[in-house]
């Protein structure tokens, strides 16, 4: 949390809708642990990251839902998904992303 | 103020709490706070899960780790741990910046008021113009989770930091020094009263072996050990486990 709380705050403070994704399991080998966090905002800026960069800008899509239906989702991401070839995890790891709109 | 509003603002001026967030089934969503001194808020519509939230929350913040049970998220923030660098010198300068950026709590101490600045040492959370236990006892002692790097070449405030230190109980004791310093240190201490057993707990010469030339890379290679010590690892290569 502390590497994205500042920015977090920063983006309520001028009154974006702000959605945090995170890591809350890993399987095998993952290059972020479980707490890792990436926020992303309204206007589509992306601070912090969840795994090497691999599954990044799938997650910013699932935020963008998630923005507009106020609804938590919980995606899994890795080797063993259908399109592993858009987002397989380099390491040929699993994670598990908790994507959830920011309550100021 | 939500409870995860208050878990992003402990977040950020290094406080403790344990977020405990339901990920699957009716209640998804719904969260409880726990912070260090035990108090909780928000709620989840369920007593048996809240139960089990709670539980849960009170052993991993202390644990300090993220981890999923189950149904249950607990994220957990905590304190990086103090790194107290004694002596004022260069290496303490790059030591500190680099353990800030790693996200520990770095403390610069040193008697010699010209050489313990600010200015010197701009990454430090603070630096103390002060004998070693004049500066410990300011600090609130040494615990469990205080790490100690002894850089000062002086015997005056080496031997009072190490005999205050070895007094206590710190994560983890390293001294600075060539052969023949240790030597001589080891000799002043003994003198001091302090047993064979615990010169071992003493860290010395300080740092991994990694070849490390120039002040920067000496900085590294007492941080690398130190992470190794939070860890429980001793720093070899991986690819040799």
Known sequence: ????AEQVERWLARGDTVVIATVVDTRRSAPRPPGAKMAVNDRGEVFGAISGGC???????VAGQVA???VPQLRTYGISDDDAWDVGLPCGGEIDVWVERFEP | MSAQRTFARLARSDGRAALVTVLTGPLAGERLLLTADGSLEGGIGDAELEARAHEAARELIWAERSERRGEL????????PRLLIFGAVEYASHLSRYARLAGWRPYVIDPRAHFATRERFPDALEVLAAWPREAIAKLGGIDRSTYIAVLTHDPKIDDEVLLAALASTPAYIGAMGSKRAQQARRERLLAHGVSEADLERISAPIGLDLGAVGA???AISILAE???QR???DGG?????
């Open chain 2, 237 to 241: 290569r991986r690819w040799q486990r």
């Open chain 1, 68 to 70: 507009a239906s106020g």
């Open chain 1, 55 to 61: 599954v990044e800008s799938s997650v910013v899509e």
């Open chain 1, 1 to 4: 949390m502390r590497d994205v």
């Open chain 2, 73 to 80: 998220f607990v994220d957990v923030v905590a304190p990086g």
């Open chain 2, 216 to 218: 920067e890379e000496v």
């Open chain 2, 231 to 233: 860890h429980g690892h």
């Open chain 2, 226 to 228: 130190v992470i190794a």
